[in-house]
């Protein structure tokens, strides 16, 4: 066939070139499945004799006028048109042009240019007007013969954008790279033209072939890895385009989605990636329909998640997956080639497509579309074309896909980044809890009547609000740059207020029914809840679980944001009927990610009110008022699974027994010191059966301990014991002469030989220890004690005395850090707990903080400075901190580092000791049943009063005395007129600790005594006003009160109170 010297028409085209040219082509491409190399030349020659006569403006020349000829001549085009469009695909999958030489590239470019030309009606030269309509639908013919599946030309486009790579081929010639270009411009035109021939109205079977090339467009292109980024820039916005994206969303919502993780990366990239490929602002590109985009996307997201394993990890392919579209089921590892990169890379290259999620203009966009469909659906309610709706859940749905996919498949920073977008966009959450609220809180006030109750707490409690003049300075002098590089600074002070009725808010909603804060909604757990609520629940306690990490105290109290101290409450009894119900009841997997949420959030907001109270103690007992476990039994069932939990575990095993491990909160204080105690008493029984000694008597722990060196004698006997301090301690005391005491230890020795050692150790004095710079002055770890002899192993040692108290229920008259509390239950401190360690620390951080200047004029950068014996030491809060400039950009991460360094860092070292020593005898599992300020409590006892008629009730009396004794009558009439600091002292004189047993004095070993001191007055003496001269004295070891015998009221309290004011006890007479 020579092409120049024959002028062919087009019935010659038909018959003479294309017949015999598609039966041999036909022939070889069925038995050889290829092309060979010496069938190119007649390839090339017979598409350019098409591609001219295609381009001819000759009806007779043009091949294509074939369809404005007789039926037949129309049926013979289109039947050689889709033989030739079937040979073009199978040339562009067969040659590997990267292999092969420029001439190679150019049967494929030839024979892609003939399939568009072919698929554009545009395009043939010789058509009329009044032939356009038989063209048109030889073209649309063609088209629906594309966006078929049997035609099988997206399987075919998808192999050869397969062969792209990522990245361009750097160095290629420009012919090359122009022919590359081209074929990827015309496959890419062929798998969009049914979108494109949607421009006209499409009724009928055609709405069932646009739904095909949805599918075969989705299923083979949009599942590609880096399916953009293998193309050129250019192409781009073609594929975004709202005819074609929007369209193949609308097209596919109806259809059960394959498990893609590919697809749903593709379609987020390219609905708003920028047209250079590149990720900004997380914008929608224009026109796309974002109804449509967001209902896909969730529904690609939720089979996406539906696939992962049951550790939360997606299993990546390393080779190509078929896809069976009739089954339209896919693996998950759909679309993932092979690759020489490693697995975490290529997770980490598939959340890069995921960036806009995070982006805040890209949230308000989703939430501009549901402000404007709200509106538009309002308007048009009586319309029967309303617009497509779309509410706040189906954002809530797209977001906590989201935040579970980020979650499983970015291991370092999880959904971090997600949620750090949505926890400060303003109103999203406030949204959300709106919908939450009326849908669990049906019939009740949804405004903040009752915000005094706020403010009364706030200002009573660790006068918040007295911070806040200071806190919101605007002074931006030298001082306070002194004071923030310094870490000090001053307060005013407040005072407290009522309201008009002379009882605060707080004591009104304290006295409450708990019914009030049982949720009705949630008495079943996640059972039972929607979807709808599930999804709500999940993303609102993810958001504000994530938001309570960095909420201040100004801004939770004071300023209230983002809710009010009533929502406030609303949402603790909200979380806490869910959380015990859930975890009572039964919780499916489907229900982890809800409730690990949930109980994070619950908890974060518990220690919130732990530190600063804004709920009443009702609202943490209500879930369990009605079925609670007895002690007994609540005790054993919480050892059982304390072994096998871990806290903050959704997934633990269900029953009312995890309630005790995670949520023990609703179980009254009283109950789980009982609880407490009846854990150790099994302890002490399991030991006593496994043959140690328990008890005094023959095998005890024998030391000896000199006078003068009480702590270094029990520091070398007993620090090594470890465990089998939790057995009995027989103490001997050898005077400062020299000389054995006399005496024998039944319990009161050991006693003062562990009070003796506390009062020494926690002395500011000794180095190991000091008091915070709150108001309370609560024991902290020194951080110069490291630098002190044996100091690490000494605080290691504190921790056994005091597991030693708590085991053997001996009160010692100290309290911790609520800070350094948290590291001995093992829990993590955030920034709103700095106030009770350094109040003024917290201040100058606050305000840098809300500083409304440029925060560079502070001159501060990441460091902090620590003082040990005399020396400043700079300590680097991140590697290069010194070089590292505080900005109103980084300040946030500055405060953070900051508070982390204090609250955790810097004392975890010391923790860590005396943790260690504590647990020896206490298991953490036990100590997890109290918060940091019910710690102190069980160490130290309960209120800063006593209850006389308590301890009256259960007081010994020895020597003579009776109950009806002259002189115990006076001495319970003496106490009850003392002040409740005078009766602390008394009892701290008697038993060396100023509160009572947690449960009552009945409780106090050894009992409270008081014992007769026989001192004779003459009876003339008496007569005359003369009384006893002698004072009051105590065994401190025995809980025993000397009480001479008083004839006169006025002299025993004056002689009682001079004893206990002169903080003395045997060597009084």
């Known amino acids: 066939m020579n092409q120049n010297a024959i002028c062919w028409n087009k019935m010659q085209i038909s018959r003479i070139v294309l017949r015999p040219f598609i039966f041999f082509m036909t022939f070889l491409s069925t038995r050889y499945q290829r092309i060979e190399t010496r069938e190119e030349d007649c390839v090339k020659l017979c598409f350019r004799v098409l591609l001219e006569s295609i381009n001819s403006t000759d009806p007779n020349e043009n091949f294509c006028s074939l369809v404005t000829g007789t039926t037949e001549e129309r049926k013979i085009w289109i039947y050689q048109s889709k033989k030739l469009i079937l040979l073009c695909l199978l040339i562009l999958v067969e040659f590997d042009y990267t292999d092969r030489g420029l001439q190679d590239v150019g049967v494929v470019s030839l024979a892609m240019r003939l399939a568009v030309l072919l698929t554009d009606r545009k395009g043939w030269k010789s058509i009329t007007e009044r032939d356009t309509q038989y063209a048109d639908a030889a073209v649309k013919n063609l088209i629906w013969f594309i966006a078929n599946k049997e035609s099988g030309t997206y399987n075919c486009i998808r192999r050869y954008i397969w062969k792209l790579d990522p990245v361009p081929t750097q160095g290629a010639s420009s012919c090359r790279t122009d022919d590359r270009f081209l074929i990827t411009a015309s496959a890419l035109t062929l798998a969009l033209r049914p979108f494109h021939f949607t421009d006209t109205a499409v009724t009928g079977s055609g709405v069932l072939e646009l739904q095909h090339a949805a599918e075969n467009y989705f299923f083979f292109l949009l599942t590609i890895p880096w399916f953009s980024q293998r193309l050129p820039m250019v192409l781009l916005p073609a594929l975004k385009h709202k005819s074609v994206l929007s369209s193949c969303l609308r097209s596919l919502l109806s259809k059960k989605m394959p498990q893609v993780a590919w697809a749903l990366a593709n379609i987020i990239f390219l609905a708003t990636s920028s047209d250079d490929g590149a990720v900004r602002s997380g914008k929608f590109a224009p026109g796309l329909d974002l109804v449509a985009y967001v209902r896909f996307v969730i529904i690609l997201a939720e089979n996406l998640l539906a696939c992962f394993g049951k550790d939360g990890q997606v299993r990546f392919r390393n080779q190509e997956i078929q896809v069976d579209v009739d089954n339209q089921v896919d693996p998950i590892g759909m679309g993932l080639l092979e690759s020489e990169t490693t697995c975490e890379s290529l997770k980490m290259s598939y959340t890069d497509l995921l960036k806009p999620v995070y982006q805040q203009s890209h949230l308000l966009g989703l939430l501009n579309l549901e402000k404007d469909l709200s509106g538009r659906m309002t308007d048009t309610h009586q319309s029967s074309e309303a617009p497509m709706s779309f509410e706040l859940l189906d954002v809530a749905y797209y977001y906590s896909c989201m935040i579970r996919i980020f979650s499983a498949l970015n291991p370092v920073l999880g959904s971090l980044p997600v949620l750090n977008m949505l926890s400060f966009t303003p109103g999203f959450l406030s949204k959300l809890w709106e919908v939450l609220e009326r849908s669990l809180f049906p019939g009740r006030s949804h405004d903040a009547k009752d915000n005094s109750f706020g403010n009364d707490i706030s200002k009573s409690k660790d006068d918040v609000s007295q911070r806040k003049q200071k806190w919101c300075a605007k002074d931006r002098g030298n001082k306070w740059v002194n004071v923030l590089h310094k870490f000090s600074g001053n307060s005013p002070t407040e005072s407290s207020k009522m309201n008009s009725t002379g009882k605060s808010s707080f004591d009104r909603i304290r006295d409450q029914s708990s019914s009030v804060w049982d949720v009705e909604a949630l008495r079943r757990g996640p059972v039972g809840l929607s979807k709808d609520m599930h999804c709500l629940l999940h993303l609102f306690c993810a958001i504000y679980s994530h938001l309570l990490l960095v909420l201040d105290d100004i801004e939770f109290y004071e300023k209230q944001v983002p809710f009010t101290l009533e929502q406030q409450r609303k949402i603790s009894s909200m979380l806490n009927t869910l959380v015990y119900n859930a975890v009572s009841g039964s919780v499916g997997p489907h229900n982890r990610t809800l409730m690990d949420s949930a109980i994070q959030c619950l908890h974060l907001l518990y220690e919130r009110d732990c530190r600063h109270q804004f709920c009443p103690p009702a609202l943490w007992l209500s879930p369990g008022e009605r079925n609670r476990l007895p002690i007994a039994v609540a005790a054993r069932t919480h050892e059982v699974l304390s072994a096998t939990v871990i806290p903050d575990d959704a997934s633990a095993p269900s029953s009312m027994a995890s309630v005790i491990t995670l949520t023990p909160h609703v179980f ?224 946030l991460q500055y405060i953070h580092a900051v508070a982390d360094y204090k609250l955790n860092r810097q004392i975890l070292p010391f923790s860590n000791a005396f943790c260690r020593g504590l647990t020896d005898l206490v298991s953490p599992s036990w100590l997890r049943l109290f918060n940091a300020s019910e710690f102190n409590q069980l160490l130290s006892g309960g209120n800063h009063d006593i209850d006389i008629g308590d301890l009256r009730k259960n007081t010994r009396y020895t020597g003579g005395y009776t109950e009806g004794s002259r002189t115990v009558k006076l001495f319970w009439e003496v106490v009850a007129g003392f002040e409740a600091i005078e009766r602390c002292m008394l009892l701290k004189f008697v038993t060396s600790c100023s509160r009572g047993p947690l449960l009552g004095f009945k409780h106090l070993q050894p009992a409270f005594t008081i014992h007769k001191v026989v001192c004779d007055v003459p009876f003339l003496a008496t007569l005359g006003g003369q009384d006893v001269d002698r004072l009051p004295s105590a065994s401190t070891c025995y809980n025993t009160l000397k009480l001479p015998t008083y004839k006169r009221l006025g002299t025993l309290r004056e002689k009682l109170l001079y004893a206990i004011n002169s903080n003395a006890g045997f060597e009084l007479s």
């Open 668 to 891: 009254p204080f009283e109950e789980r010191v009982e609880m407490f105690r009846e854990l150790i008493n099994m302890d002490k029984e399991s030991r006593r059966m496994a043959g140690e000694v328990v008890g005094p008597g023959p095998g005890s722990v024998e030391v000896v301990i000199r006078r003068g060196h009480i702590v270094e004698d029990g520091f070398q006997q007993l620090n090594a014991l470890g465990s089998r301090l939790k057995s009995s301690i027989h103490v001997s005391f050898i005077s400062e002469s020299g000389l054995p005491e006399a005496g024998l230890d039944y319990g009161g020795l050991s006693k003062e030989f562990l009070t003796d050692i506390a009062k020494a150790v926690f002395s500011p004095e000794y180095g190991l220890f000091s008091q915070s710079s709150s108001s309370d002055r609560l024991l902290i770890p020194n951080t110069a004690a490291r630098f002190l002899e044996n100091g690490i192993q000494m605080i290691e040692f504190l921790g056994r005395v005091v597991g030693k108290a708590l085991y053997e229920g001996i009160l010692l008259d100290y309290s911790f850090s609520l800070v350094f509390v948290q590291k001995l239950l093992g829990r993590y401190s955030f920034l709103d707990e700095l106030s009770t360690l350094d109040p003024e620390l917290y201040r100058n951080l606050m305000y840098v903080k809300h500083y409304d200047g440029d925060v560079k004029e502070l001159s501060l950068d990441f460091t902090a400075t620590e003082e040990s014996l005399g020396k400043r030491h700079l300590v680097e809060l991140k590697p290069g901190g010194k070089d590292i400039c505080v900005t109103n950009e980084n300040k």
